[in-house]
């Protein structure tokens, strides 16, 4: 007879195999260039167009720029961070909320978890094994593993529709190891809860 709850119990210890990588790892990678010809093309206005400037001056600066070629990009941002390092940043900031929420919801609850799943596995004929599966099952409504999914994904398309809107500053980004790490710890959570369901009725749930 298939074990359900066992095979449950190995896609939550792979779920949480995952989310180590998943934290620690970069999950988006943000690159803003910045092209040097149209940087030169808004200096040479600047200067043309001041009122300050003496007119021989003028002259000089535009034959000057006439006989310039720019080429290439300058990367100006290049970023990419894991969960951890952006906790780590809004706190060395000043925003020590919004990085011990993070923490809290990312690394914390699932850790803990983690936990007591293994326990209510281990210990499921006794008292105490039924006690950390409800606790667990209690956690899963503050678990928000999935929302911070959907706000890396919005964050993403956000970006993504703003990039290459100017001549001048190019944006690209693309999502890192990290976040499919994550993300994997997010489904095979939400499927071995589901298989762990025990037939009484009663839930352990992960994710």
Not at 136 to 160: C, E, H, N, Y
Request: hydrophobic letters at 50%.
């Amino acid at each position: 007879m298939f074990n359900r709850q066992f095979f449950g119990f190995l896609l939550l210890a792979a779920a949480f195999g995952l989310l180590i990588p998943g934290i620690t790892e970069p999950v988006l990678h943000v690159t803003t260039t910045l092209d040097k010809a149209q940087l030169a093309n808004i200096g040479k206005e600047a200067l043309l167009g001041s009122p300050e400037i003496p007119s021989f001056i003028k002259s000089m600066a535009n034959e000057l720029f006439n006989n310039i070629t720019v080429e290439g990009t300058v990367v100006i941002q290049d970023t990419a961070k894991s969960i951890l390092d952006t906790s780590a940043t809004l706190w060395n900031e000043g925003n020590r909320t919004v990085a011990a929420l993070i923490l809290f919801f990312s690394v914390m609850v699932p850790a803990l978890k983690a936990g007591l799943l293994i326990l209510s596995y281990g210990f499921k004929t006794t008292p105490f094994g039924q006690l950390a599966g409800k606790v667990s099952g209690g956690l899963s409504k503050w678990s928000m593993a999935d929302v911070f999914v959907m706000a890396m994904i919005i964050s993403f398309l956000a970006i993504k529709a703003s990039a290459g809107s100017s001549a001048l500053v190019e944006t690209t980004i693309f999502f890192e190891d990290g976040f499919y790490y994550f993300l994997g710890y997010c489904l095979l959570s939400i499927a071995g809860s589901q298989l762990m369901m025990k037939t009484k009725g009663s839930v352990v749930t992960a994710a």
